[in-house]
């Protein structure tokens, strides 16, 4: 029933900025969890950053300084605001959100279908 819709991809110069969002929709109880992966081919899938309901967030180390998450509890949207983007940022970038759509429900894991990031040298 929930689905994750991404937008805000794109190809950049290296320096340049790039705003990614996220809008979960569907039947949600209450959203624990949203962050953004990233994965390029060959390699591991990796967490980019999150940020829980109230507000706490966490960044992979080599995005600190540069990458702002933040989120919109009204919309159920997350962000994800890039600056001083690098050539080694290029990726697939994948959202994800933990959530329960019923108060008795378990938590899920949903997924949005990825956007490009691409950033040029």
């Known amino acids: 029933q929930v689905q994750l819709v991404e937008s805000g991809g794109g190809l950049v110069q290296t320096g340049g900025s790039l705003r990614l969002s996220c809008a979960a929709s569907g039947s949600i109880y209450k959203i624990d969890v949203m962050g953004w992966y990233r994965q390029t081919p060959g390699k591991l899938r990796e967490m980019v950053a999150s940020?829980?309901?109230?507000?706490?967030?966490n960044y992979v180390d080599s995005v600190k300084g540069r990458f702002g998450i933040s989120r919109d509890n009204a919309k159920n949207t997350v962000y994800l605001q890039m600056n001083s983007l690098k050539p080694e940022d290029t990726a697939v970038y994948y959202c994800?959100?933990?959530?329960?759509?019923?108060?008795?429900?378990?938590?899920?894991?949903?997924w949005g279908q990825g956007t490009q990031v691409t950033v040029s040298s």
């Open positions: 940020i829980t309901s109230g507000g706490s967030t």
């Open positions: 994800n959100s933990r959530l329960k759509e019923r108060l008795w429900s378990q938590p899920k894991d949903y």
